[in-house]
Every structure is written in structure tokens, then in C-alpha cells.
DNA sequence: ACCTCTGGCTGGATAT
DNA sequence: ATATCCAGCCAG
């Protein structure tokens, strides 16, 4: 017999550090708090239920009294008072409240009756809310006693972690070093492995057209595959002759009754910690369940409840990979936004090269084994994105379990400003602060004074350089590392210390602003992010890139530092985003306008250094200069003057420059061409234009001289002369011209504008071809009326290549004129020829 | 339950 | 004909 502290509760972290922390939250009575937890030895999951039902709620004492001769709260039985004292970082005092843990709803002479109901002073007087359902998870007596625990695994001490961190990260003061040590054993603890399973289903419906429901669960499922750590099966319902065949990748089972293939697939999913769906939230796990039910299986038989937006297991989780590829944090920095469509086809063809079994006919006509391959293949695939890169999908939802203090069921279904909440309200909770409302932080705080330069915008953002015009050659680049992240941290900026109750600090301003900063005690918003930086810049960057280690260590360290990565760049983000619980313009607007201050003065620096800036955005410069020993004293200047970093980033052999604002091509000193914003990089743009601009790009690589240049040019010319020929000549499939744009919405719901490829996706619809929102609809530019038609339908006669000619040459152009290069003249020259 | 922010470019639709 | 808005994609 053991007992486990739980710790972190909603740490997605260690318990005792032989469990790991899969979940926790409420029953579908909103009732028992439970958390689940896995055994890596036996892979079983246990779970841990409050048999109390218990939920604590605080409330300041001017209530207490009141509560305590409510003679209806001890009657309704299980009741404590505690007091607590709590710091308020709005009005920068203790508050003496008490905690009162109660059974929620209470049981008041038979009818239940919520806290809210009972305490009328709830909304109307309680200066500040805590959140009871994260408050639960961190409530010290949750300790529990499992049957058969025992530690295996040993930590290393405080005080061993402590000189880790003082070996490496130097001269620290005691409280930094504490806190990076707690951080570090967080996320230094081992990642179990775990057993999944992939899950996905067919349903066959009896008119193809019908989309199923789980609402009206009136068609069978016909298949279930299931691909995992430890199964590799089809379950099939043998509707006439079966699939009885196996083959070497997938193992079939068949049933004559759909009940009894609902049970076994049930059996499976109840013997996996972790289940893999990709939209089960939405789709499978409810249809399964509702099916279920329907064909009489009982309630205690069906291992999944379904939530309001959410379907979960009885005995494992389930993650569901729709929502975490949804997410733009992960497909932007975990996946450098190598897939652009959230569909389990699109996403795997991206990450895997391997899409789903392309059917050319409904599900009804398929033979027994064309479904079988199809419906695995989508297990298979699902199993595959998870096994790739080491587990990398895993590992980076546990990691960031672990920042967030959230548990992996959580951190797959929330976006990146849910998961900065939670770990913030952890901290505040640590240090026994009272959370404010939303409301009490802006009537406090105020909102935003500067204005932005786009309509529509809260505040006003970052300062871009209007770049110089041409070819440039030798252009140094150096940014400040971290900017906005480095900000919050070096000038102390949090939702407490902005515009504080302190007269002594009104000195300390903001540039453009009227706001100022504490100078008494330190933000808590600012140190989080602070040793966030820390321990990423310091610990897990450099171990990232250290090749004395094995690389499957040095992955792992590059999993935790991206995910960092992700909750730096999101700091700020969050201020100035009106649902975040605590969002504050004040703060949001003295970060960037710190930002700017900083960037032109380090511009002004530059030039007062004789050096010519050619262009800089938000936080990187673009320097001309043949003297590297004045660029060094730059970076001093930034560090001595402001204790930011401002780095070498990279030499360009030459850059090019159009008159546009973000739009620019480099080629650095290793021949590798970068190229930002043009449209020939655009990734909607059709593959015949961004061949001929791939090509371009190949040849301005070996450039490294002017004289290269010039050669370069007439190569070029007659590169795009052949490339114009095609076009005219109409050597291409239409496919080649298809322009691929995103349907952030359903057809039917633009409203003001009808834009081309809203037009072609009505075309799609009028032909019975279903179309939804996130779809990536590909339509050329046709003759007829519309102008556009879906890929699908197009003929090539019917192609207007003027449109694409006008297209190319406006792509083109942007890398040409700074060259002093005409698109027309060598078209020109093209028809001529032709016409000779 | 699509949701971190602002700045900047593009083409086409729509209003004037 | 011209200005403005809309929508999408990208830079940072």
C-alpha cells in the first residue's frame, strides 16, 4: 500500500513519479472530481475518483458569518470552513477569506440545489471568482491510496537540481534559481511509454446522399479498424459473403451481428489507456455510442461518454487528432506549417507522403476487402502520424501538459491561450493570489491609448522599414532574440505591475504611452515568461543542437524547446486577446511600443554609425556595411543599453528588395535563396507559376557577384520566354493552373463578397459534390462567365491564359524590376519570335 | 468551441 | 473609371 501525493494535480506531469497523468476533470454529473493515471508497468489506467463530491469555493468574510448560520449547508452534510489569506495583486493587499468545501449540488431535504442557487451573494458580491474546477486540482488533500503502488523511481534532490542549475546558468539569484529548478524537474521527467489504439469507423448508409447522425443513429456500422501499439485489425460486418481473407497487415474479424461487433470493438478500446481518433469528438465515438444504445447494448457496457463538445472514455483517454492538428500554435511551430488543409488526408499526405485509399465509388459497391483496406488505412495512417518522429505528436503533448500544467485530454482539445491561462493560474495559485475578473483588471488597467495604423485594430503594433529599392549585395541581418517575450521580462510587465496603485512609480513610463511600470515588486506575468526564456535560450537550445548527444536525446530536447518556443510567442499574443481571462490593453500596448522604442533605436544607432539600414520589421535589421567591428558594437550598444539580445542572425550574399513592405529575396552565404511574402511563394498559387518561379530562384542562387548577375538575367529571360510559350501554347494540364484557396467558411455563408474560389466551390455544389468549411478548393480562371470553374470540371480550351499571363507577369515582376528586368520585353520579344 | 497579436501585400468584388 | 472593401496569405 502506497501513498501517492499528487503532484502536480493537473500537471499532466508525475504522481509520486511512477504514474502518469492522463486526465482529470468531472463525470458526466458534474460530480466526482477523478483523475486518471497510468501505470507505464502494466500500461492500466487508474482511475481516482473524490468520493465527496466535495468542491472548495472562497468567500470573503463579510459572507462568512452568514454561511455559517446557514444551518442548510451542514444539513446538506460535508462542510468545512478553512481560512485562507490571499494576496490581491489588483489592490496589493491580503484578503482574509474562508474556504468552504462543499458537495455540489447540495442535497437540501431531497432536491438538489447548486452552491450559485443557495448563496445568493455569488455574482452580485464576491469581489473575485476562483475557478472551483482548477482549484480542485490543486487542493493538498487530495491524497489517495492505491493498492498496489510502490516508487520505482528516484528523483534527483532539490539540492542536486540546484547546482545543476547554478553550474549552468551562472550567477543566479536564489529565487531564479529555485524557480528554474522546479521548472527543469518538470520537464526533465521521464515520458513513459504508452499504449493507443487508432480508431475509425464506416457507417453505410442506405441512400449514399445521407450524411449519418449520432443524433438518429439509424445506419450500421459496417467496419471498425482499430491500429495501434498492440492490435492491427478490421472488424467487419459480414453483410453477404464476409472478408475472411487476412493479409500481413491488418488481422480481420467478422460478425454477423453488428451488437456483437460493437462489443468487441468496445473490449479494445477498454483495454488501451489512450484512443486516436481524428474528429471522434465530433464523429466517431459519439455515432458509436449512440449506435450502441440503439441496438440495446446497457450504458455500463459502452466505454464512452460524450461530453457537450467533447467524447471521452470510461477508462482511458481519448485524444482526438482533428482537434490538435486544428490548432495553429502546433501547425505553425510543431509542424512548420507543412500542411495547410485539417483533414486527415491532407495532413498525412503533408507529414507522411501517404493519403487515404482514393475511392471511385460509393461505399455500398465496395467488395468486402476494398472497404477493409479503406477503412484501415485511415487507422493505419492515424497510427503512422503518431508513431512518426519518435513518437513526436505524444512527446509534444506531454510537454506541453507539463508547462501548461494541464492534463493531455485538456491540452488537445484547448488552443494556445487556454493552455498560457492555466499555467498562469497555477502560478497565481502557488503563491496563494487572488485571480481577478476580467472586468476588475480592465476597469482597473484601462484600456488602449495609441492607434493603430490598420483599421479595425486595438492598439498600434510594430514599426516596418520602408526598404531601400535594388540589388544589395553583402547585407548583414540582426535581431533582437525573444523581442516581445524579452520585453515582458526585462521591463517587468504584468497585468499587477502595469499602471500599479504606487505614486512613487508613475515615473517609470512607457514611450507613446501614459502608462507606467511597478518598481516595487516584480510581475508575475513577467517572470513566468522570464525563466520560460531562460531555461529555453539556456538549457534546452543549446542541448538541442549538441551533437555530443545521441540524436534521438537531442529530438527529444528539440520537442521541449519548440514547445517553449510556442508559449513565448504566444505571451503576448494572449494580452491583447479579448477572451483571454486576462486580457489587458494597457499591457498588451506598452510591449509593443517598447518594441519600438528599442527598434528605432537601434536603427538611429546603426546610422550613427555611418551604416546604411536597407530594411528592418518589428525586431531584425538589415545592415550594409563592409566594417563587421561596427556591427559588433550594435550588439554591445543593445545589450549594455537595453540588456537585450540583439544577434548576428545571418549574412545575405545579396538581397533584393522591390518598393514592397515584407517582400524581399536573400540568397545567404551558403547559396541558399530565402524568399518572404512574394507571391511567387504563396503556397495558393497555381504549381505552374511556382515551378517557373522555383526556377528563377535556382538560378539567382549561383549568383554571387554583379558580373554572375548579369549572366544570370539573360538566363533567366529565356527561361521565362519558354515558360510563357507553354502557356500560349497551352502545353499543361489544367491541374498545373489550379489556384488551391482555403474555404474559411461555407459557401452559402459569404455574404458581402462572393470571391473566386467561393464561386467555384458553388459550382462544386451544384454538381453534388460536398463542400465544408476548411475545404481547399482548387479553380482555374476560365472564359466563361464566372470567370473560374473547379479543377475538376475544367476543359483546357476553356482556359483564359490572359488571366494567367497578367498573373505571371505581376509574380514576376516583384523580382524583376529590382533587377531592371521588363516582363513585357521578353514576352514581347517571345511573340515576336513566334510571329516570325 | 474556428480564436495570441498587428502590419502588409494581393486580386477581385462591389460601391460610387 | 475609380475608390473602397473583402478575403486570403504571409512576416514578424
Request: proline fraction near 4%; charge should be neutral.
Amino acid at each position: 500500500m502506497t501513498f501517492i501525493r499528487v503532484w502536480p494535480i493537473g500537471g499532466g506531469g508525475q504522481v509520486s513519479g511512477r504514474y502518469f497523468l492522463l486526465g482529470a476533470g468531472y463525470d458526466g454529473q458534474e460530480r466526482l472530481a477523478y483523475l486518471k493515471m497510468l501505470d507505464p508497468e502494466t500500461q492500466k489506467v487508474i482511475i481516482l475518483k473524490d468520493k465527496t463530491g466535495h468542491k472548495p469555493y472562497c468567500f470573503t468574510d463579510k459572507h462568512v458569518e452568514e454561511l455559517r448560520a446557514d444551518t442548510r449547508l451542514r444539513e446538506a452534510g460535508a462542510v468545512d470552513f478553512i481560512p485562507v489569506t490571499k494576496y490581491d495583486p489588483l489592490k496589493d493587499t491580503h484578503v482574509v477569506m474562508t474556504k468552504i468545501v462543499a458537495s455540489d449540488p447540495l442535497d437540501i431535504g431531497g432536491t438538489k440545489k447548486s452552491i450559485r442557487e443557495l448563496i445568493p451573494c455569488w455574482e452580485a458580491d464576491i469581489q473575485y471568482h476562483l475557478n472551483y474546477i482548477y482549484d480542485m486540482r490543486i487542493i493538498p488533500s487530495l491524497t489517495y491510496v492505491v493498492e498496489d503502488g510502490g516508487l520505482r523511481q528516484e528523483y534527483a534532490s532539490d539540492e542536486r537540481i540546484l547546482e545543476i542549475v547554478r553550474s549552468r546558468f551562472g550567477d543566479l539569484e536564489e529565487d531564479d534559481a529555485r524557480r528554474i529548478a522546479e521548472w527543469l524537474r518538470v520537464l526533465e521527467a521521464d515520458h513513459p511509454h504508452i499504449d493507443f489504439v487508432a480508431l475509425d469507423i464506416e457507417i453505410l448508409a442506405e441512400t449514399p446522399t445521407r450524411v449519418p447522425s449520432y443524433t438518429n443513429p439509424v445506419d450500421p456500422v459496417v467496419a471498425i479498424s482499430l491500429s495501434g501499439t498492440k492490435v492491427r485489425k478490421v472488424l467487419m460486418l459480414d453483410r453477404k459473403n464476409g472478408y475472411a481473407a487476412d493479409n500481413n497487415q491488418y488481422v480481420v474479424e467478422n460478425f454477423s451481428d453488428e451488437k456483437e461487433m460493437l462489443l468487441r470493438a468496445f473490449e479494445i478500446i477498454g483495454s488501451h489507456p489512450v484512443v486516436i481518433t481524428f474528429n471522434g469528438d465530433d464523429f466517431d465515438l459519439p455515432y458509436l455510442r449512440s449506435r450502441a444504445e440503439k441496438l440495446g447494448v446497457s450504458r455500463e457496457q459502452i466505454p464512452i461518454q460524450i461530453g457537450r463538445d467533447s467524447a471521452t472514455l470510461k477508462s482511458g483517454i481519448h485524444l482526438d487528432l482533428y482537434r490538435f492538428f486544428n490548432n495553429k500554435s502546433v501547425q505553425v511551430y510543431a509542424f512548420d506549417n507543412r500542411y495547410r488543409e485539417f483533414t486527415l488526408d491532407g495532413i498525412s499526405t503533408a507529414l507522411l507522403g501517404k493519403g487515404k485509399v482514393q475511392l471511385d465509388k460509393t461505399l455500398s459497391e465496395l467488395t468486402p476487402q476494398e472497404l477493409a483496406d479503406y477503412c484501415y488505412r485511415d487507422a493505419e495512417i492515424l497510427r503512422e502520424l503518431v508513431e512518426a518522429s519518435d513518437r513526436l505528436i505524444i512527446r509534444l503533448m506531454a510537454v506541453i501538459s507539463r508547462i501548461s500544467r494541464m492534463p493531455l485530454e485538456d491540452v488537445c482539445r484547448h488552443g494556445v491561450s487556454g493552455w498560457i491561462r492555466n499555467l498562469l493560474y497555477w502560478e497565481l495559485r502557488g503563491l496563494n493570489w487572488l485571480i481577478p475578473r476580467k472586468e476588475d483588471i480592465l476597469n482597473q488597467k484601462g484600456g488602449t491609448v495609441t492607434k493603430a495604423i490598420i483599421e479595425g485594430k486595438k492598439y498600434r503594433g510594430a514599426i516596418v522599414v520602408e526598404p531601400v529599392p535594388g540589388i544589395h549585395f553583402n547585407v548583414t541581418v540582426l535581431d533582437f532574440a525573444s523581442l516581445y517575450p524579452s520585453i515582458l521580462k526585462e521591463y517587468n510587465l504584468s497585468f499587477e505591475t502595469i499602471n500599479c496603485r504606487h505614486d512613487e512609480c508613475r515615473s517609470n513610463t512607457i514611450p507613446e504611452t501614459p502608462h507606467w511600470v511597478c518598481r516595487k515588486s516584480s510581475g508575475i506575468q513577467s517572470s513566468v515568461i522570464g525563466v520560460i526564456r531562460d531555461i529555453r535560450v539556456r538549457w534546452y537550445k543549446p542541448k538541442a543542437s549538441d551533437r555530443t548527444l545521441p540524436q534521438e536525446v537531442r529530438g527529444w530536447y528539440d520537442v521541449v524547446q519548440k514547445a517553449l518556443k510556442v508559449f513565448l510567442n504566444a505571451s503576448y499574443g494572449v494580452l491583447g486577446f479579448e477572451e483571454f481571462p486576462l486580457y489587458c490593453p494597457p499591457l498588451a500596448e506598452s510591449t509593443t511600443a517598447i518594441g519600438r522604442y528599442v527598434f528605432m533605436s537601434a536603427i538611429e544607432k546603426a546610422k550613427s554609425l555611418g551604416i546604411q539600414v536597407i530594411y528592418g520589421d518589428t525586431d531584425s535589421i538589415f545592415l550594409k556595411s563592409d566594417r563587421p567591428e561596427k556591427i559588433s558594437e550594435i550588439v554591445s550598444w543593445a545589450s549594455s543599453n537595453f540588456r537585450l539580445d540583439l544577434e548576428f542572425d545571418k549574412i545575405y550574399r545579396y538581397v533584393v528588395f522591390s518598393r514592397r513592405k515584407k517582400n524581399y529575396l536573400g540568397v545567404t552565404e551558403k547559396s541558399v535563396v530565402e524568399v518572404k511574402g512574394l507571391t511567387g511563394k504563396k503556397r495558393n498559387i497555381p504549381v505552374f507559376i511556382k515551378e517557373a518561379f522555383d526556377e528563377m530562384l535556382r538560378k539567382l542562387a549561383e549568383v554571387r557577384t554583379a558580373e554572375d548577375l548579369e549572366r544570370v538575367k539573360t538566363e533567366i529571360r529565356s527561361l521565362l520566354a519558354s515558360w510563357y510559350r507553354r502557356l500560349k501554347d497551352r502545353t499543361f494540364e489544367p491541374e498545373e493552373l489550379a489556384f488551391r484557396v482555403m474555404l474559411s467558411k461555407s459557401p452559402e455563408r459569404y455574404e458581402k463578397t462572393t470571391p473566386q474560389h467561393v464561386k467555384a466551390a458553388r459550382k462544386l455544389q451544384e454538381r453534388g459534390v460536398k463542400v465544408v468549411a476548411g475545404d481547399i478548393i482548387r479553380y482555374v480562371k476560365t472564359k466563361d462567365r464566372e470567370g473560374v470553374s473547379p479543377v475538376q470540371f475544367a476543359r483546357k480550351e476553356n482556359i483564359d491564359i490572359d488571366k494567367y499571363i497578367e498573373y505571371m507577369r505581376s509574380t514576376f515582376e516583384q523580382v524583376l524590376d529590382p533587377l531592371e528586368m521588363d516582363f513585357e520585353s521578353i514576352v514581347g520579344a517571345t511573340s515576336l519570335e513566334s510571329f516570325l
